[in-house]
Structure formats: C-alpha cells, structure tokens
T-cell receptor, first 109, second 115 residues
C-alpha cells in the first residue's frame, strides 16, 4: 500500500493561498490521490482527487508532479472556515484506507 | 438520501459492558468501514467490509467485532468495553473500485466514553 507523508501543521494568512504538500513516493501508476478534510470533530469530507493531471474544482486545486511521487493541495483564497485537518490518501484498491494524522491547517485572521 | 447514519451519537459505558454502534447507509455502497479517532490524533481503521458476509481487519481490530448481513448496515460491537476504547468512532462507505470519483462518505461520528 502506498504510504503518504504530510507536514504536521501549517499556518496561512486569511485571503492568501494555502499550499498543502503530500509525499506519496511509492504510488503505483493506477492509484488515485484523494484529499479530505476534517473540520473540528466532524466526519472527514471529500475535497478533490486526481490520477496524473492537475485538477480543479470549486473548493481547491490539486497539483500532481510528473513522476506522481508528490502532490500539493491548493486552497486559492483561504478563509477562517478552512481551518481543519487535511488528509492525503492513496486509493490502492486494497480497501485499507489509511488516513494517518494529516496536516493541521490554521488560517490566521 | 440520508448518506451515512450513525447511532448513538453519544454513549457512556462502564468498564466491561457491551454495546453496539450502529451504521447504516442508503447509497448502495459495497464498501463500509469503521474508524476510531482519539483526541488530537488521526483516524485509525478498525474493520472494513466489501460486501454482505465479507469483513476484514484494519489497523486496530482488537476488542471489536463486526458483521455485515446486509448491504446497508455495518454494526460495530464492543464485547467488553475498556477505558482505552474511549474515542470518537466514524463509519464510512464508498463504492468499490478505484474508479475516479469513488469517494469515501463518512458519518457524523459516535462519541463513546468508557468509565
């Protein structure tokens, strides 16, 4: 199973872009990268996913390096409501979705 | 479409008592799973199921039993509760396969305290 590594915590000024990195150096060619976030103690919510190409939706952008060994989640204009724990996981098809500890993002006013 | 529904939301147990956390989903998802989250920690996978009659262990299965008799329901049983099982429990479901967009849906969590 592909493992992911994320920084423990990050700060970002309100209105600025938040760039959250994730390392998944053992990812295989057909494995998707998914990002979720958990606000307070709610259940995690889906943000975005990708395979090879960069992706964008109404919430965020996902940049995947050409070798697919890392990715970056971008929140273009962070707000206080984006303060949360962000999880990067790899869907390897084994059904053991390991979330780890994620990155605790704090958006500062 | 209610998504993933967990009950109860809050529960206090005495050490040694047994209980069942209920989880139901109405999205016809084959995959269901249970996670626990201790204060300030990430999610840890307890058990998962890929269909009725099929279950398997996750990262931290000890002390918990599961069964999957229907596609919709995936109860988590604590046979003899211990204080170490004090945690927030999340149920999750998704469509099988690695296909694009097969995202995981989570319930709102069940807060369990064992005294």
């Amino acid at each position: 199973d592909a493992k992911t590594t994320q920084p423990t915590s990050m700060d970002c000024a309100e209105g600025r872009a938040a760039n959250l990195p994730c390392n998944h150096s053992t990812i295989s060619g057909n494995e998707y990268v998914y990002w979720y976030r958990q606000i307070h103690s709610q259940g995690p919510q889906y943000i975005i996913h990708g395979l090879k190409n960069n992706e964008t939706n109404e919430m965020a952008s996902l940049i995947i390096t050409e070798d697919r060994k890392s990715s970056t989640l971008i929140l273009p204009h962070a707000t206080l409501r984006d303060t949360a724990v962000y999880y990067c996981i790899v869907d390897s098809g084994t059904y053991k979705y390991i979330f780890g500890t994620g990155t605790r993002l704090k958006v500062l006013a | 479409n209610a998504g993933v529904t967990q009950t109860p939301k809050f529960q206090v147990l005495k050490t040694g008592q047994s209980m069942t956390l209920q989880c139901a989903q109405d999205m016809n998802h084959e995959y269901m799973s249970w996670y626990r989250q201790d204060p300030g920690m990430g999610l840890r996978l307890i058990h998962y199921s890929v269909g009725a009659g099929i279950t398997d262990q996750g990262e931290v299965p000890n002390g918990y039993n599961v069964s999957r008799s229907t596609t919709e329901d995936f109860p988590l049983r604590l046979l003899s509760a211990a204080p170490s099982q004090t945690s927030v429990y999340f149920c999750a479901s998704k469509l099988l396969g690695q296909g694009s967009g097969n995202t995981i849906y989570f319930g709102e969590g069940s807060w369990l305290t064992v005294v």
